[in-house]
């Protein structure tokens, strides 16, 4: 084990709470700078088995975080000083409790006789996320005593077992002296805190052990949507999606956000978006059961069509949180996706799988030839781009607004294994940058998509971009303002929609890159962009700048829309 610092009662204290941490499979810690959070710093930073990465925004630390979180399927700890520091973390744990992502907030914070009178950097930090958290507990005021030791250490392996569900919050409070300077409080205990205090600890196992059993309906006329909760086993998940539509004879929708879409070996649909919006045809397709798997489409045509089919609902998904957005006939199972297994016998298919298949080929064919006949570079062809070229199993992490919709609506099925990133819980474009390049951070050379406006929010995230730990493609779509609001009723209000709802930005991006260091490309076309993604560098982070035409590109894709559906009959 690594050798506790006895060099004073606070030292000693978190010591043994990082200690614990890495006992019980803890790997890294995003640290942002400040005097209270001393003890706290000093102690990750000296264990060896911890990465501790300095960010100095504490809310672009809170999304690099959260990307760690989501990359490692594992608790990431955040740490701050007291004060608003932590206020600053509020999004991004907003949006690993919507997500169900795992962190470990530690705001310290001063001891209880320093609050309520007018001292300086302290506010009121009990219980500061409310109820985005999935646990709270204050940590008891450090103490050199054996007993409170032993409540510090089962205090933290409770709170990594709890943080495997989503976020939680302990507040830390510290009395002086805060660095490790000597003072002998702590150097009795020396004999009594070995290997065997820690010994009894283990990294929390999270494997699928349970077999959770579903009578099948006595219907063909069913679906099974594959959706967009990351699973912790991508492959099982796979196969399990696989081994459910062979066993009910139905059709697999495949959100773009599934890793069903990217390492499927057996038949899916995919232009499901398209399909529904010929009337005649999504009458046609109404299903009496669906099977959900994970969660609720990113497509608002399929989420629609669904709510008004009425169809019978089997909501499977991890965790007890109410998901039944839509207020259906919804039956809900709290258990992995890989769990599940059908009880019954076979029915006999109808012909509704292969009616969803036929369906699928047509309307394929008519938004790729509608985007291969479009001479101008529409937005669209960023997607396919990048759908063709990247490199088998590129982590992805993909902004919200138009960059998720255009993936969802153009990103066709296939084995190359993209592992698709995203925050989707309840963020829009908050933490775009920051989030990515914590996905980026260790893994293999990753590739951001995002828009202009995602990206300018988030423009202290390049802060970070020194000190990753490999590499980050941002390819930026630049259509000068909020392109998803183009496909809203709203824009045919002007004015105010391009003041108030597009917001066009006038910023040189090439200009923002050389500020921070970051290198940067302007892409000529979609060929250049093919070129510059199909390879991607080791290290570094750098811009590939598309720039497009928002209102063309809204026009373009209402047309392609139209024009592929139409080929259904």
Known sequence: ???????????????????????????????????????????????????????????????????????????????????TAGANYFPAVIEAKESGVPLIVITADRPPEMRDCSSGQTIDQQKLFGGFVEFYHELAVPEAKVELLRYLRQTLAHVVGRARRGPVHLNA??????????DATAKGLEAELGEEFFSHLDAVDVAVTQTTLWQRPTTARGLIFAGTDAPGNPAAYVKKVGELAEGLGWPVLADVLSPVRHQTAFPVVTAYDTILRNASVARDLAPRTVLCLGGWPTSKVLRGWLEASGAEVLLVAPGEANRDALHGRTRQIAAPVESLAVGGNKIPGDGYAAAWLAAEAKAVAGLRAGIANEAAL???????????????????????????RDLEYFWPANARGVRIHFSRGANGIDGTLSTALGVAHGNAPAVLLTGDLALLHDTNGFLTAAKLRGSLTIVLVNNDGGGIFNHLPVAGFDPPFEKFWATPQAVSFEKLCAAYGVGY?????????????????????????????????????????????????
């Not at 409070?173 to 000597?182: K, S, T, V």
């Open 173 to 182: 409070p510290f009395r002086d002296p805060l660095p490790p300077i000597e």
């Open 521 to 569: 490309v302007s892409v000529r076309d979609t060929a250049h962009l093919a070129e510059l993604t199909g390879a991607l560098p080791a290290t570094g982070v750098r811009v590939l700048e598309v720039r497009t035409d928002r209102k063309r590109d809204a026009a373009f894709r209402k047309k392609l829309f139209a024009d592929a559906a139409a080929t259904l009959g």
């Open 378 to 404: 529409v937005e669209p062809k960023v997607t396919v781009a990048l759908a063709e070229n990247l490199p088998p199993g590129t982590p992805l992490f993909v902004a919200n607004s138009m960059p998720v």
């Open 1 to 83: 084990m690594t050798p506790l610092d006895f060099r004073n009662t606070n030292s000693l204290w978190c010591s043994v709470l990082v200690e614990t941490l890495v006992r019980s499979g803890v790997t890294q810690a995003v640290i942002s700078p400040g005097s209270r959070s001393t003890p706290l710093t000093m102690a990750f930073a000296r264990h060896p088995q911890i990465e501790a990465i300095p960010v100095l925004d504490e809310r672009s630390a809170g999304f690099f975080a959260l990307g760690l979180a989501k990359q490692q399927g594992r608790p990431t700890v955040l740490v701050c000083t007291s004060g």
